[in-house]
């Protein structure tokens, strides 16, 4: 007996399918049903187009068909200062004016439309769910435009740092003097304890477009106290803990100096490692470090483009490459406005195969479907989501990229994921839903006026970097009253 082919929301069909599944299937003329915000069928497109009835049907014709990329260290809320920064500026510098002007300055509609012109920028390539690094100062602000472009959003606290000075029994300083006095932040241990968790509780179903996880700042800002109490959290929560650490060679010798010891062998001696925490960039590690790592199940973000950005030399000797062959999980991101300039992860995922490839000297170090793995399933653990996103099937959450087949970088069609690698990479990007909801619809933003929203974005930085004290001359920016810049 003929059984009568299921009903369907969207059917997309002839894809080619990278399901990034355990076995990563690829099916070179697939389909994928979706319905709600489920993928119900997966599989040969004869299969699928049999078995559903499609309200909704998108031919791919034949291009390359994806999870949605998940972004694993982004801050969100810079974007309306990105390319303000002068290429000469040191990273002193940077913190001591321009980061501590941007938080005693930035309004929480700043903040909101600031995470929209991320959000956008995201889809446009391909990413549909992004970890925001904990430093939106008001969360809300960011929630609201997550919800509005319709991108997955994994918000942390409001930069959760300790302020105050405080020594331990040996009169080491816990807390090191850049972290500043920012207006908004926590002033003491007990506020930060008071405030952390907090997106935590944003949402009790993880299937949600917007949930939380717990989040600290990390680079030598939050005391012991704080650092055992957020992994406390994380853990009766059922959620990620996600820190900064070990960035740039002055941070990881301060915490060095700090403990007396390496900055991850402190952190396994209090507990605070483990397989749902999340360490944003952890460019420098020794072998004892990357050992702890591996044998904790500890995630790290590689940010490749960071480090390259302000000239740390981290992708020369940093140990993410290694680690991934050892079987440590690995995601990618993006980092910031000032600190890779785009929130691309193909970019980043292309930077990684290749900076790896130089620094060891060996072309099988990592090959492309390993970073594709990176942004897909490496980022969907690293927000707390592996069940959940970074592969086509069936029972996981409809966050699915369609590229087209009319860009010159697709052909011919070869091997399609080192075409997307190395060649088209987001320029490709076609059509993205989330959720379900097709977001991005053939290049556009069915439900908004994108046009609108970048003219609101560009007044609003504007505004915000005039009473941050910059001056705009001739295209370039500088702080007043500094000698030696460009105003």
């Known amino acids: 007996m003929e059984v009568s082919a ?53 031919d791919a014709e034949g291009a390359p068909v994806h999870p949605g990329l998940i972004e694993g260290h ?3 809320s810079y974007q309306l200062h990105r390319s303000a920064i002068a290429d000469d500026m040191p990273t002193d510098t940077m913190f001591d004016t321009i980061d501590r002007a941007f938080y005693d300055t930035v309004t929480d509609d700043e903040e909101r439309i600031a995470t929209v012109l991320s959000s956008l920028e995201m889809i446009r390539n391909g990413t549909t769910c992004f970890l925001e690094a904990g430093t939106v100062l008001t969360p809300e602000a960011a929630a609201e435009a997550a919800e509005l472009i319709g991108i997955r959003a994994v918000l942390g606290d409001a930069r959760i740092v300790d302020q105050a000075w405080s020594t331990n029994a040996h009169g080491v300083a816990e807390v090191q003097p850049s972290a500043g006095i ?12 008071e405030r952390v968790g907090g997106s935590a509780a944003r949402s009790s179903d993880p299937t949600d477009l917007v949930t939380g996880h717990i989040s600290l700042h990390g680079m030598g800002t939050a005391s012991e106290r704080l650092l055992v109490e957020a992994k406390r959290r994380a853990d009766a929560a059922h959620t990620v803990l996600n820190f900064h650490q070990s960035y740039s060679p002055e941070d990881t010798e301060r915490d060095r100096r700090r403990w007396g010891m390496d900055p991850l062998i402190r952190l396994h001696e209090l507990g605070v490692l483990g397989s749902n925490v999340t360490l944003g960039h952890a460019n ?31 992708t020369s000797i940093s140990r993410h490459a290694e680690l991934w062959r050892r079987g440590v999980n690995i995601a990618l991101g993006s980092d910031s406005g000032n600190w890779s300039n ?36 490496g980022g969907a653990r690293a927000v707390g989501k592996d069940g959940l996103l970074g592969s086509l099937e069936v ?21 399609m994921v080192r075409n997307l690698m190395y060649a088209s990479r987001s320029k490709s990007v076609h059509t993205v839903i989330v959720n379900g909801r097709v977001i991005l619809d053939a290049g556009q933003f069915p439900h908004l006026d994108e046009r609108a929203l970048l003219t609101e974005a560009d007044a609003a930085s504007s505004s915000l970097l005039k009473r941050m004290g910059f001056e705009m001359r001739a295209n370039r920016v500088g702080v007043r009253g500094r000698p030696g810049t460009p105003a």
């Open 182 to 193: 920012i207006r908004r932040s926590p002033r003491t241990t007990e506020e930060a304890l």
């Open 342 to 377: 785009d929130f691309d992860l193909f970019r980043q995922a292309n930077l990684a195969l290749l900076v790896a490839r130089e620094a060891h000297r060996d072309r099988t170090i990592l090959m492309a479907e390993d970073v594709l793995r990176m942004a897909t399933r």
């Open 284 to 314: 420098y590690l020794t072998d004892a470090e990357a050992e702890l790592v591996a044998s904790t199940g500890t995630t790290l973000v590689w940010a490749p483009a960071a480090s390259m950005m302000w000239g740390h030399g981290a």
């Open 395 to 415: 029972g996981k959450l409809a966050d699915v990229v369609i590229h087209t087949p009319g860009r010159p970088e697709l052909h011919p069609p070869t091997n």
């Open 6 to 58: 299921r009903a369907a929301d969207l059917v997309v069909r002839h894809a080619y399918l990278i399901t990034m599944d355990d076995a990563g299937t690829l099916i070179e003329d697939g389909a994928v049903a979706i319905d709600g915000r489920r993928i119900v069928g997966v599989g040969p497109d004869a299969e699928v187009a049999g078995a559903f009835r499609g309200r909704r049907v998108i």
């Open 74 to 76: 982004l801050h969100a």
